[in-house]
């Protein structure tokens, strides 16, 4: 199939230029604040309109701030060590959705004290909602045609030209379908009953963790890194186990272990 040469550009007003990948992170704040707004009317939310509008903030800094460092710790630690300040070449580009992750989880835990409201619940309210920007972020990726996939000859493969002239799977894509529209339906299914504490976070931990491990075996491996490990598993690879196995715990823990161990 051919690559649709789509200007990763989207708007250029000459002294800024809006790309669509930025717009990706835009839409997909607006659109898991959206649904957190209908969800807080309907008393799924454990936090009201206000107190959301404020936590928006706590998430975008946590995504920014732990994605940039993330893809510095994980994918560039010998630049980081070089030139500690490359931390804040934002501009270049560069995030890692486990930095995000940890970002998030560690403000949502602080906003949660803050509030005196429950992490885990918190948490499972939000968990639903990552989805949207999980899944707008790989568009944002397929669109700027980067982080493609391995070569191969199954009939919807694609020439990135970015990469070379073989034909690769759309990774991107895979990602988008199975990190965004199916995590999210399953979340948001899932989540529409009671549940017990953490088992919403923990279903979207394992989620996340099984749909990216699978993906990575199609995903062409970060040339300055390769294979780390048993040469084949790759460094997203790797991340996503300590996901799938406290999604685990978190699905299968009871209640009152829970409880004794987050008090």
């Given at each position: 199939?051919?690559y ?7 708007l250029?007003l000459?002294?800024?230029?809006i ?18 707004i209908?969800?807080?009317?309907r ?8 107190q959301?509008?404020d ?5 975008a800094l946590g995504?920014?701030v ?18 500690p300040?490359s931390?804040?070449y ?7 959705f486990h ?10 835990w ?5 509030h ?11 968990a ?7 899944g ?7 669109i ?9 000859n ?14 690769r799977?759309?990774?991107q894509?895979y990602?988008?379908a ?5 995590l999210?339906v399953v979340l ?16 979207f931990?394992?989620g ?5 491990f699978i ?8 040339s300055?890194l390769g ?16 996901m ?19 008090s």
């Open positions: 199939m051919t649709p040469l789509i200007d990763p550009v989207a250029d000459g002294f800024i230029q790309h669509w990948y930025g717009l990706m992170y835009v839409f997909g704040f607006l659109g898991g604040y959206g649904l957190a209908y969800r807080i009317d008393g799924l939310f454990p936090i009201n309109r206000e959301m509008s936590f928006l903030s706590w998430i995504v920014i732990g994605g940039r460092a993330g893809y510095m710790f994980f994918y560039q630690p010998d630049r980081l060590i070089d030139d300040l931390l804040f934002v501009w270049e580009g560069g995030m890692a930095g995000g992750l940890i970002g998030v989880i560690a403000l949502t602080i906003f949660a004290r803050k005196q409201v429950a992490p885990l619940a918190l948490g499972d309210a939000l639903p909602l990552i989805p949207i920007g999980l707008l972020g790989r568009l944002g990726n397929f700027g045609g980067e982080l493609w996939g391995r070569p191969t199954v009939p919807w493969a694609m020439v990135f030209p970015k990469a070379d002239e073989l034909a799977h759309p990774s894509l990602q988008f199975l990190e965004g529209v199916v999210f948001w299914l899932f989540s529409s009953k009671p549940r017990r504490r953490g088992q919403v976070t923990g279903l931990l394992l996340y963790g099984v749909f990216r993906v990575e075996f199609v995903r062409e491996p970060d300055h294979f780390i490990a048993l040469n084949w598993m790759t460094m997203g690879q790797l991340l996503t186990l300590p799938i196995a406290i999604g685990v715990w978190l699905l299968l823990i009871r209640k009152e272990s829970l409880d004794a161990r987050i």
